[in-house]
C-alpha cells in the first residue's frame, strides 16, 4: 500500500499554472481574496497567493463574448514535495444560515472551475468551503446530507484552512 503523504501549499505550483500563466491578474493574495468574499480584514493569511477563478471567468466571458458561468472563488497548488494538484476554494464568509447551500450550485462552481484549471497539474477531487467558525458545524452537517457522506466536499473555517494546508508557507 503507497504511503500517503500530507499536502502542503506551494507557491510555485499556483503561479506557474497554466491559467495564472495566461490571466496573470488573476493571481492575488489569498487575505485579499478573503476580505472580498466577506472574511475579517485580520485573518491569518500573509503572502500566500492563489487564482482568483471568478477573475478568469470574468476575463475569459469578455473575450468570448458570452455570459459568465459559476466558479469556485480560487484555487491553489499543493505538493507532498514530489506530486504537484490544484485544489479549489469557495468561501462562504457572508452566510448568516446554511440552509441556502445548494448541491447544484456548488457542483455547478465546481464543473466550470474545473474546465478552466484543466488537467495538468491533476486536480484534487476534494473541493473546500469555508465558513465562518460559528457556522462551520451546521454546514458540515448540511454538505454532508448533501453529498451522501461522500468525501467530495470539505468544510473548513479559516483557521482549519490555514493549519491543514499553509503549515510550511
Known amino acids: 500500500m503507497e504511503q500517503q503523504h500530507k499536502l502542503f501549499y506551494c507557491l510555485s505550483t499556483t503561479i506557474e499554472h497554466p491559467v495564472a500563466k495566461k490571466h496573470p491578474k488573476s493571481v492575488e493574495l489569498f487575505k485579499d481574496v478573503i476580505i472580498r468574499e466577506g472574511g475579517s480584514k485580520k485573518n491569518v493569511f500573509a503572502n500566500e497567493k492563489c487564482i482568483n477563478l471568478d477573475s ?8 468570448d463574448k458570452r455570459s459568465e458561468n459559476s466558479t469556485m472563488d480560487c484555487a491553489f497548488g ?13 468561501f462562504r464568509l457572508n452566510y448568516k444560515s446554511v440552509s441556502n447551500i445548494s448541491k447544484s450550485e456548488i457542483d455547478s462552481k465546481i464543473k466550470h472551475s474545473k474546465l478552466i484549471l484543466g ?4 486536480l484534487l477531487n ?3 468551503l469555508i465558513f465562518k467558525s460559528e457556522l462551520k458545524n451546521q ?21 482549519e484552512l490555514k493549519n491543514q494546508y499553509f503549515q510550511n508557507s
Do not use: W
Not at 478568469?56 to 473575450?63: C, D, H, I, L
Not at 499543493?78 to 469557495?90: F, N, Y
Not at 488537467?119 to 491533476?122: A, G, I, N, R, T
Open 78 to 90: 499543493l505538493t507532498d514535495g514530489k506530486k504537484k494538484q490544484i485544489i479549489m476554494c469557495e
Open 119 to 122: 488537467q495538468e497539474p491533476s
Open 139 to 159: 454546514a458540515f452537517s448540511r454538505i454532508r446530507r448533501l453529498y451522501s457522506n461522500k468525501n467530495i466536499v470539505s468544510v473548513l473555517d479559516i483557521s
Open 56 to 63: 478568469v471567468e470574468t476575463a475569459m466571458s469578455q473575450a
Open 126 to 128: 476534494q473541493h473546500l
